[in-house]
């Protein structure tokens, strides 16, 4: 399923197409592990506004959300290993993958927890800059999509693969840009639903939903969280697919196995 | 050679400079494979931990800063 060379646009029209054979129903596996880490982000954030300048007072308060959230994201790691998994068997053989794509090699999954916590690492850590925020998506979308690509557990290996596929920073970071305006369009279509829900409702049950409107305004600082974290959540699978796609096609560029499958495709044609 | 059995050119392989039969040199293969696996397990696995731990702090810190400043 390498059709076209690597190109920003060749990279998403091609995770399209495995997306549309993986969704049902390894979507739904990276959207159900991500719920519980993007809630407590968003629970976090919450707390983080509630006590203000006073943060520093609420140590223990804020530890203790910051650990329950880590451990949700180990949790959706998995998904996302998984799901990366999924969409690499699906663009390797063309059809949908069975129950093996639950098989995720001890060796890829742990050198993804490596990478995949990297990642979150610095983006917490430059959480101020642009830039930084930028090399953490970058590098995050990197180790889930190299994570299958490792074959010895070794931090060293791990950080090599990055770094090789780290070239095509052209592409990563017109990616990265594409998924950015992305994430717009889909917190307004996940504010949309709310209001359709509410004006369906509303219509044809006749509810009363006078306290509901208030729950689900833009004046509700939890609803808006919510939204966020809803956002990403129905982003991620497009996320993970790109950048397997990617991966995938940059390293077929490189060991011109591209060229055999556009040669195989000209002769049955 | 480890065993220090006489070989021919043919029977034998070098390796990082020294010359190996073949027996000899699937133990030494074998050894430093396990050797070298279990240290890549034990500090990817211990790295790993480390960093979740660091994220969790860094988190905190990061956000208590962000709110100091609005």
């Known amino acids: 399923m390498i059709h076209a060379p690597l190109t ?29 880490y993007r809630f407590l982000q968003a629970l976090f954030v919450d707390r983080l506004i509630e006590v203000g300048g006073e943060a520093s007072h609420y140590g223990r308060l804020l530890g203790t959300t910051a650990n329950f959230a880590i451990a949700a994201f180990v949790l959706s790691l998995w998904g996302r290993a998984v ?10 053989r063309g059809s949908a993958p069975g129950r093996e794509a639950w ?25 101020f800059t642009g830039v930084g925020t930028l090399v953490a998506a970058i590098v995050g979308g990197l180790a889930i999509g190299t994570m299958e ?5 070794s931090i060293s290996a791990t950080i090599r693969l990055i770094a090789r596929y780290g070239r095509e920073l052209r592409v990563l970071s017109a990616l990265t840009i ?19 829900g509410m004006w369906l409702s509303d219509v044809f049950l006749g509810a009363d939903l006078s306290r509901w409107k208030i729950l689900f305004s833009g004046n509700n600082r939890r609803f808006v969280l919510a939204t966020i974290a809803g956002a990403w ?5 497009f996320w993970i697919a790109a950048n397997v796609m990617l991966v995938r096609k940059a390293g077929a560029a490189e060991t011109g196995e591209d060229l055999k499958v556009w040669f195989e495709e000209l002769r049955q044609s | 050679m480890a065993c220090a059995k006489p070989l021919c050119q043919e029977c034998a392989t070098q ?14 293969r ?28 860094m988190m905190v810190w990061a956000g208590a800063l962000l709110s100091g400043l609005f």
């Not at chain 1, 690509?149 to 557990?153: C, D, F, G, S």
């Open chain 1, 8 to 36: 920003t646009t060749s990279v998403l029209d091609e995770s399209t197409d495995v997306i549309s054979m993986v969704a049902a129903p390894w979507a739904a596996v990276v959207i159900a592990t991500s719920i519980p």
């Open chain 1, 83 to 92: 799901f990366a998994r999924a969409c690499r068997l699906a663009a390797a």
């Open chain 1, 103 to 127: 098989r995720v090699p001890a060796v890829a999954f742990t050198s993804y927890l490596f990478t995949g916590t990297l990642a979150e690492l610095i983006f917490y850590a430059t959480i």
């Open chain 1, 149 to 153: 690509l490792n074959e010895r557990a």
């Open chain 1, 178 to 196: 594409v998924f950015a305006c992305a994430m717009f369009i889909s917190l307004i279509n996940v504010a949309a639903t709310f209001g359709l």
């Open chain 1, 233 to 237: 959540i129905a982003l991620e699978p």
């Open chain 2, 15 to 28: 390796w990082d400079g020294i010359w190996h039969c073949a027996k000899c040199l699937a133990a030494k």
């Open chain 2, 30 to 57: 074998g050894a430093s494979d396990v050797r070298s696996n279990f240290a890549g397990w034990l500090t990817l696995v211990i790295g790993s931990l480390i960093l979740l731990y660091l994220s969790a702090q």
